[in-house]
């Protein structure tokens, strides 16, 4: 059985919170790391979803003190296409979240 990573960069244009994060994070480039494992039993490869890693702080940061939060991949694409329009959805808790 193989285990893969998917290293990519993530820009949130605007602050940004997820359910998992402690505090709000700046706007800035993230460092995200998608881990997966092998299917075995196929005729065909294919890998599930294991955990996906955000880097903090920003990958600009100058910051000394780096970590390493799991977070949800749906609860990170959701907050990207939030940033998009330019606001947080109230469900992953964001500040600047469009109130009804």
Request: net charge negative; no cysteine; aromatic share 4%.
């Amino acid at each position: 059985m193989a285990d893969r990573s998917i290293e990519t960069i993530v820009t949130f244009e605007h602050p940004f919170t997820l359910p998992t994060l402690d505090a709000e994070q700046p706007a800035g480039r993230y460092r995200v790391v998608t881990d997966e494992a092998e299917i075995p039993g196929l005729s065909f490869l294919a890998y599930t979803h294991v955990a996906t890693l955000l880097h903090l702080p920003a990958v600009d940061s100058k910051s000394l003190h780096r970590q390493v939060m799991s977070i949800g991949h749906e609860a990170l694409a959701a907050a990207l296409a939030a940033d998009k329009r330019g606001a947080m959805p109230a469900a992953t808790g964001g500040v600047g979240a469009k109130e009804r």
